[in-house]
């Protein structure tokens, strides 16, 4: 591995980490030495990439503007899913898809765009996919926090009318679930998108962020599971 490659790797472990990382653990990953990792921060550190932090309490990546945008890996690309996405969900999803996947085409030299159109990985639904029209509206209410109510029918057709703070919408492989708070039920809740007969969003806001929702969502899951229960 050239200097450059393994500066461009340091990067990308750099990206990867929200928190500070320890130079040992970017050492071990990178199969160097704890001193070489000290002076590639401060060789990008020099080449404008901002890097804060310092030996012994970790490094974090503030931002990496100066440096070229990093080349996507035949690995990464299978990864990408995006091909899939342009398939199989609503069309405000696959429109973003196929913008996307232009946009990766555009950067990418001959051989690797080559392998983003043929790639080695493929998804495969069985039976029909159910496809909804509330997707794109439920999508919005995630990103602006906006309570919503639903008119609900469940699997014994029973028709409840909830409100709602969207956490998720979860991709199966014939359903659509929207997963979120039911402030009837005052706990966390799972939706099939096609048995939702109507949506509204509220102009209302639900309480704290986003991120300390989904951290509420991803703990209830975790204690359910550990208690081998799983909500239907």
Request: charged letters at 25%; hydrophobic letters at 40%.
């Amino acid at each position: 591995m050239t200097k450059t490659q393994r500066l461009m790797e340091l990067v990308q472990l750099l990206r990867c980490h929200r928190y500070p990382v320890t130079a040992q653990h970017l050492a071990e990953q990178l199969s160097i030495s704890v001193r070489t990792v000290y002076r590639d921060i401060i060789s990008l550190q020099q080449q404008g990439v901002e890097i804060e932090g310092s030996a012994g309490l970790g490094y974090l990546l503030k931002s990496d503007g100066h440096l070229p945008p990093l080349m996507f890996s035949r690995h990464e690309l299978d990864a990408l899913g995006l091909d899939w996405v342009s398939r199989h969900t609503d069309a405000e999803l696959k429109s973003a898809a196929q913008h996307a996947l232009a946009k990766i085409h555009a950067v990418l030299p001959e051989h690797l765009s080559h392998a983003l159109d043929h790639q080695s990985l493929l998804v495969a639904t069985r039976g029909e996919v159910l496809f909804e029209t509330h997707l794109p509206e439920i999508r919005q209410a995630i990103h602006t926090r906006n309570k919503i109510t639903l008119r609900y029918k469940d699997l014994k057709d029973a028709t409840s009318t909830r409100v709602i703070w969207p956490v998720v919408l979860g991709y199966f492989d014939r359903v659509r679930l929207l997963c979120g708070w039911c402030e009837l039920r005052q706990d966390f809740r799972n939706f099939r998108v096609d048995r939702i007969e109507e949506i509204q969003a509220s102009d209302e806001v639900y309480p704290g962020t986003r991120f300390q929702l989904l951290k509420r969502w991803k703990d209830y899951h975790q204690l359910r599971e550990q208690n081998g229960y799983h909500e239907a």
